[in-house]
């Protein structure tokens, strides 16, 4: 482990991060962690710099569909166990997609901490994905795809960003489109894991 600096906030007005440390470990990987000992509650997230622009017009929507498959179990542990495991200590596990990054995140009593940071990396490093979840799944963003439809300022966003960047990553609809997700297999979720998710 290399300790990098402490971070801290840049501009003027803006308050001091003292708290917040930089690791890199041998691997690569970049560590987070800031302090707050007035509180009972922890949250650990892990970010992957993958997003909507990082994927070809025939994988639009990989992204978000592969944040959905990742809490539908893993090689030991069903969505079941997962879910329980989180509610049983009061917790909370989620993740979102945008262009740039997918993020995961699970916030728990302080006292289980652990439980926290082994499910988190359970998800994001062995999960099952499973024909049968990738076809649930896929009827799952079906339906946000029409919602975001429906929605005044889905629409106005997309159109936007479509008129900034067309024929460009950036310009379409993070969860794909219609026709996208209907195609994606499992084996194209699960290759898409495979290059990003290291």
Request: net charge negative.
């Given at each position: 482990m290399k300790p990098q600096d402490r971070l801290s906030a840049g501009g003027a007005g803006s308050p001091p991060v003292d708290r917040v440390r930089r690791t890199e470990l041998d691997n690569g990987l970049r560590v987070l962690t800031d302090t707050a000992?007035?509180?009972s509650t922890v949250s650990v997230s892990a970010w992957v710099g993958v997003g909507s622009r990082d994927e070809s017009d025939v994988l639009a929507g990989a992204s978000h569909f592969l944040e959905h498959l990742l809490f539908k179990g893993t090689s030991d542990r069903s969505a079941r166990d997962i879910a329980v495991a989180i509610d049983g200590v009061g917790g909370?596990?989620?993740a979102f997609t945008s262009n740039e990054h997918?993020?995961?995140?699970?916030?728990?009593?302080a006292t289980d901490t652990d439980l926290a940071v082994d499910l988190l990396l359970d998800v994001i490093e062995r999960p099952a994905?499973?024909?049968?979840?990738v076809d649930a799944e896929r009827h799952v963003i079906l339906e946000e795809l029409a919602a975001a439809r429906?929605?005044?300022d889905d629409?106005?966003?997309v159109a936007l960003y479509e008129a900034l960047f067309p024929s460009?990553?950036?310009g379409r609809e993070t969860l794909g489109?219609?026709?996208t997700i209907a195609d994606l297999g499992r084996d194209d979720v699960a290759g898409f894991f495979t290059r990003w998710y290291r």
């Open positions: 000992p007035e509180r909370d596990m989620n997918t993020a995961f995140y699970a916030a728990v009593p994905l499973t024909e049968r979840d429906e929605d005044p629409v106005a966003s460009h990553p950036l489109t219609p026709e």
